[in-house]
């Protein structure tokens, strides 16, 4: 009872020696006007107070949010004090939850000299410390702890995985005036050790001794073939290969005509392989030989090394999707000071986090079913519409592919009907060519009677000269009827070809007008 008394009475002096450099919790409406935005760019993303979707502190949990997707940010606000951290700890600590599924972006806290310009501040201004999450793609995602050394940049050695769930997370870093760190998440440690051991910034301590040599009966080979292992008798290791012995030469092999007869070969089922004898480990084995280690002759403590004089904090940060949160920034030079803070903030809440998360995507999950059995019953009540627009666009397209169709008997028999007609006036034309010229083979000559034998030969003589001037008017009567049949069908065809002109023409214009519609629509 009395340790537990004492150890009360240290922290809360320890309490009340502590200094804190900076505390905001963004609760105030009026936070963000400490925060000086850069003008190195122009588009830098805006900065915004919320508490986001899902929240375990309602009143209390308002927190500084990226709220531009795709943007650089450069924000830097002044410590209420300068810090300088020579032989005291230094305690940088904040609460960072990503609403976004996170795929790219940083949510880490620059702190920065007293001599930062806050109007020229960017990625090149330098910096003492920068520490916190950072995430782009799957493979490149870690927590940062990067000293400064002599103007050059040193990240720990030890690969720190960030929390990347949409939970709200406490990053603590506790540099010590002793030279070691820690780095803390959620109240537990990640990583524990000295500057010296984790960071390249200054040579090591001790280094291989180069004048070492591996004294020549140092045994390195951990095993050994075993000396009482002998080959097995049966143990076949060749050949690899036999001749089939199912194999047989050809009744018909010529040698002397086909060479001579070489049986295929297979596998030799009995092969085994070469023989090994099996290791044993080696009895004389000391392990792989290393030089001895000896102080390195250009080590140099530098008690510099780790400590800083801190004016400022600044974030300089790209996301690619808005929604971080961070809050409940402090920069004390006592931890327990720190993690009191973390636990009235955010230990106190986490719960109560959980909770309202789960909630939220209970409700996110009921609107989406909601909306789905929305988008399900209009497409029941557009069901009858759509089937009957689909049958009155099948049937259109039936109707368009008859009236092609028809169009296109049309032309053919338009073309049929005018060859027909070509041919018959060529063939009338040609008949008259004929008559005019006597060679008409089609004409069939009246029938005559014979003339009587006894007819006298001046009867005869009369007759034939009747019957020749008859012929002659007849055949003048026949060619002047010709002449006005082939005249009309003549006419008939010129009329039927300009019509025919005419119907193409005006199918042509018809069929230009339709393309032109087409063609708007």
């Not at 990583?191 to 140092?218: F, M």
């Not at 961070?326 to 719960?351: H, L, R």
């Not at 557009?382 to 009957?388: I, Y």
Request: hydrophobic share 30%.
């Amino acid at each position: 009872m009395k340790f537990s008394l004492a150890a009360a009475s240290l922290l809360a002096l320890a309490s009340v020696n502590a200094k804190v450099y900076f505390k905001e919790t963004f609760s105030n409406p009026n936070s963000l006007d400490r925060w000086v935005r850069s003008k190195v760019r122009d588009d830098y993303g805006e900065l915004k107070l919320s508490h986001g979707r899902w929240y375990g502190d309602e009143e209390g949990g308002v927190g500084l949010q990226l709220a531009s997707d795709a943007r650089f940010y450069g924000y830097s606000a002044p410590l209420d004090e300068t810090f300088d951290t020579e032989e005291k700890d230094l305690i940088v600590q904040f609460t960072v939850k990503y609403e976004q599924i996170i795929d790219c972006g940083g949510a880490y806290i620059k702190l920065l000299p007293p001599t930062l310009d806050q109007e020229k501040f960017d990625g090149e201004s330098e910096y003492a410390i920068m520490f916190g999450p950072d995430v782009c793609g799957q493979t490149n995602r870690r927590v940062h702890a990067i000293l400064n050394y002599e103007g050059k940049n040193h990240d720990n050695k030890k690969d720190i995985q960030p929390r990347t769930d949409q939970l709200t997370h406490q990053y603590t870093f506790w540099l010590k005036a002793d030279k070691s760190f820690e780095v803390i998440i959620d109240n537990k440690s990640q990583l524990n050790g000295t500057l010296d051991e984790y960071y390249n910034a200054l040579p090591p301590r001790e280094i291989p001794d180069p004048e070492a040599k591996k004294p020549e009966d140092w045994v390195d080979e951990e095993t050994i073939v075993d000396p009482e292992d002998t080959k097995p008798e049966d143990w076949v290791d060749g050949p690899k290969t036999i001749p089939d012995p199912d194999v047989k030469k050809p009744e018909d092999w010529d040698d002397d005509m086909d060479g001579d007869w070489v049986p295929p070969m297979i596998a030799n089922p009995e092969y085994k392989g070469e023989w090994k004898p099996k290791r044993i480990p080696n009895p004389e084995y000391k392990g792989i030989w290393k030089a001895p280690l000896i102080p390195n002759p250009d080590y140099t403590e530098d008690s510099n090394f780790g400590t800083y004089n801190i004016g400022f904090l600044g974030l300089d940060l790209w996301t690619v999707k808005s929604g971080t949160i961070i809050d409940n920034i402090i920069v004390t030079d006592n931890y327990d000071e720190a993690k009191e803070f973390g636990d009235e903030k955010w230990a106190n809440y986490v719960q109560d986090e959980i909770d309202s998360f789960n909630e939220f995507e209970k409700a996110e999950k009921e609107e989406l079913n909601r909306q789905y059995d929305e988008l399900k019953e209009k497409e029941e009540e557009l069901k009858p519409k759509k089937e009957t627009e689909a049958k009155e666009s099948d049937a259109d397209e039936l109707d368009e592919e008859e009236k092609d169709d028809e169009d296109e008997e049309n032309k053919k028999d338009d073309a049929d009907s005018e060859d027909d007609l070509d041919q018959a006036i060529e063939d009338l034309i040609k008949k008259s060519e004929k008559k005019a010229s006597g060679d008409d083979d089609e004409t069939i000559p009246e029938e005559q009677e014979e003339p009587k034998v006894e007819a006298d030969a001046e009867d005869q003589k009369k007759d034939q000269e009747s019957k020749a001037e008859d012929d002659v008017i007849a055949d003048d009567g026949e060619e002047d009827d010709l002449d006005a049949i082939i005249d009309s069908i003549i006419d008939a065809a010129k009329i039927e070809r300009e019509r025919s002109s005419n119907d193409k023409e005006e199918y042509a214009k018809a069929e230009d007008e339709e393309e032109t519609v087409h063609d708007e629509l």
